[in-house]
Each structure stands twice: as C-alpha cells, then as structure tokens.
C-alpha cells in the first residue's frame, strides 16, 4: 500500500480537529459538576465549633468514661492540643471524645 504526504497530512488534520471539537465542549462535562457541585468550588466540612474553646479552661469527657481537665491551646480537623494540669501537652484525638464542657 503505498501512502502518500497529502493524504496523511489531511488524515492527521482532520483527526485532530475532530478530536479538539470532541472534548472542548463544556457540555460534556456537565454531569461531572452536577456529582461534585460547582466545578472549581472547594466543599467545606461543617464546623464543629472546636474554635470556640481555643485558649479556654475545659473538660473533655472520653467515650470510656474518662475525663482530661486543662487548657485547649489548639483545635486541628482530628485533634485536640491540650496543656494538662497534672501532665504536659496531651493530644486528644476527636474520635474518642464525647463532650467538651468549659470550666
């Protein structure tokens, strides 16, 4: 089969072009936006109100019954930071933590 340089040339042109027109219509990604919101929109978690009680005197009340007494010095997504009375800093993971009362 002998190929000519036109033939291929056009061959190539025109895939691309069809290429191009396939995937740059906005259109077809619709659906993805309507699964995931607003396309470039970061989703935000609900507030747990951990914020609040930065720099506070609390107690907080662990799902075995436990409870750890002192000052909440910082609130991350997982963990709480706390400076202990009778111990050093303790790293409270939120999981096991049932309530938080301000003393």
């Known amino acids: 089969m002998v190929c000519d340089k036109q033939s291929n040339h056009e061959y ?6 069809n290429k191009s027109k396939r995937y740059s219509s906005s259109k077809d ?14 989703q935000r978690k609900p507030s747990d ?20 007494e002192g000052i909440l010095l910082e609130a991350r997504r997982y963990w709480f930071k706390v400076k202990g009375f009778d111990a050093g ?11 938080v009362r301000t003393v």
Not at 49 to 68: N, R
Not at 92 to 99: L, R
């Open 29 to 42: 990604y619709q659906h993805v936006g309507m699964l995931q919101g607003d396309v470039g929109a970061r």
């Open 12 to 17: 190539n042109s025109a895939y691309k072009d």
């Open 49 to 68: 109100f951990s914020e609040e009680y930065v720099g506070k005197h609390v107690v907080l009340k662990m799902s075995d019954g436990s409870t750890i």
């Open 89 to 99: 800093i303790i790293y409270v993971s939120k999981g096991f933590v049932k309530t």
